[in-house]
Structure formats: structure tokens, C-alpha cells
């Protein structure tokens, strides 16, 4: 699975959008890009995924760019509740390594 | 639907001692995986198992183990345990092999060794 890079920390003021990077240079074709969170000692939740398109759930969009080399998760208003560490990983499931590999993640802060 | 069911949520146990974690999936979700959680290390992957064969192991030793039933639940199994051994246990299950599934992450079953 690729590696990715995400920055250890942000910040985000309650109410505006909270954009959160990830670098991925050595995505292979067939891997998707996931994004999960983790509040304080609860299990991982699931964000969003995708391949090549951009996507949009009712928790948040993901901006893939054209050569997916990085991608963009936008939470469009950081609510205090979304205070959380950010996963990004780049997966394909069913393949030979069919696990999550969990980095250290983007510790976000939502600050009032 | 209910989502993925940990049990117990907290446990102790003493060093030396074995310790058996379970797991109940999403229904219709044949993918079970399990991950290890410290301060130290973060999330590392266990195994997963996919219809009751374990397809992927993590680097783990071989107190560590699992098998998963035919109705999709899964148990964890560490024996002879140490005090590193201490941490979150995380099980997923995921509905299908294939790419662009999500996994789904129960709250987890915390182990303290004394």
C-alpha cells in the first residue's frame, strides 16, 4: 500500500472549513484514497473514500487531484464535534495486503 | 442496522494470563479485521479474516491469534500475556473484498495487564 504524508497538527475556527491535506506520490492506479477519524479513544470512523473523481458525503468532500498524487479532505463547517485525528490512507481491498495501514495521522483542533 | 459489536468493552487481566475478545459484524459483512492500538505503536493491524479463513496477518507474535465462525463473528485470542500487551483493541468489518469498500470500526475492547 502507498505511504502517505499528512501534517501532525491543524487548527480550524468553529463554523469555517476545515481543509486537510494528504500526500500520496506513490499511489498506485487500482489504490483509493480513504479518509477516517478517530475521536478520543472510540473506534476509527469512516469519512469518505474515492479513486479519481472527487467526492461528497454528507460529512465531507474529498479533492483528489488529476495525477493523485495528494488529495484534500474539506469539512465545510468545523463544528467542535470534529475535533478528532485524521487518517488518510491509500488502500485497495482484497489485495494481497488487505489491511488499513493507519499512519500518524492530522490531529485537528476546532477552536470557538 | 447495528453496527460492529465489541465485547467486553474493558477488561483486566493479569500478566501470564490468556484473554479471548469478540467481535460481531455488520450483518452481510463477510471481512472481519482486527488492529492494536498503543500510544506508542498507534494502530497495527492484527489479521483479517474473510469466510472463516485468515487471509492477511500483521507482524505479530504467535500468542496472537483469531478465527472467525461461520456466521461471520470473530475471536481474538492472547495468550500468555505481557504488560505491553495493554491497549485498544480494534475489530473492522468490511462487506466485500473488492476496492472502494469502507470499513467499519466497532468501539473497541480495552485490555489492561497488571
Known amino acids: 500500500d502507498a505511504k502517505t504524508t499528512q501534517p501532525t497538527s491543524m487548527d480550524c475556527a468553529e463554523g469555517r472549513a476545515a481543509n486537510l491535506p494528504c500526500n500520496h506520490s506513490?499511489?498506485?492506479?487500482?489504490?483509493?484514497v480513504y479518509w477516517y477519524r478517530q475521536i478520543h479513544s472510540q473506534g476509527p470512523q469512516y469519512i469518505i473514500h474515492?479513486?479519481?473523481n472527487n467526492e461528497t458525503n454528507e460529512m465531507a468532500s474529498l479533492i483528489i487531484t488529476e495525477d493523485r498524487k495528494s488529495s484534500t479532505l474539506i469539512l465545510p463547517h468545523a463544528t467542535l464535534r470534529d475535533t478528532a485525528v485524521y487518517y488518510c490512507?491509500?488502500?485497495?481491498?482484497?489485495?494481497?495486503?488487505?489491511?488499513?495501514?493507519f499512519g500518524k495521522g492530522t490531529k485537528l483542533s476546532v477552536k470557538p | 442496522k447495528a453496527g460492529v459489536t465489541q465485547t467486553p468493552r474493558y477488561l483486566i487481566k493479569t500478566r501470564g494470563q490468556q484473554v479471548t475478545l469478540s467481535c460481531s459484524p455488520i450483518?452481510?459483512?463477510?471481512?472481519v479485521s482486527w488492529y492494536q492500538q498503543t500510544p506508542g505503536q498507534g494502530l497495527q493491524f492484527l489479521f483479517e479474516y474473510f469466510s472463516e479463513t485468515q487471509r492477511n496477518k500483521g507482524n505479530f507474535p504467535g500468542r496472537f491469534s483469531g478465527r472467525q465462525f461461520s456466521n461471520s463473528r470473530s475471536e481474538m485470542n492472547v495468550s500468555t500475556l505481557e504488560l505491553g500487551d495493554s491497549a485498544l483493541y480494534l475489530c473492522a468489518s468490511t462487506q466485500f473484498s473488492d476496492g472502494g469498500n469502507e470499513a467499519f470500526f466497532g468501539q473497541g475492547t480495552r485490555l489492561t495487564v497488571v
Open positions: 490512507i491509500a488502500f485497495v481491498y482484497g489485495g494481497s495486503q488487505g489491511n488499513l495501514i
Open positions: 506513490t499511489i498506485s492506479g487500482n489504490e483509493y
Open positions: 474515492g479513486l479519481k
Open positions: 450483518s452481510g459483512h463477510r471481512s
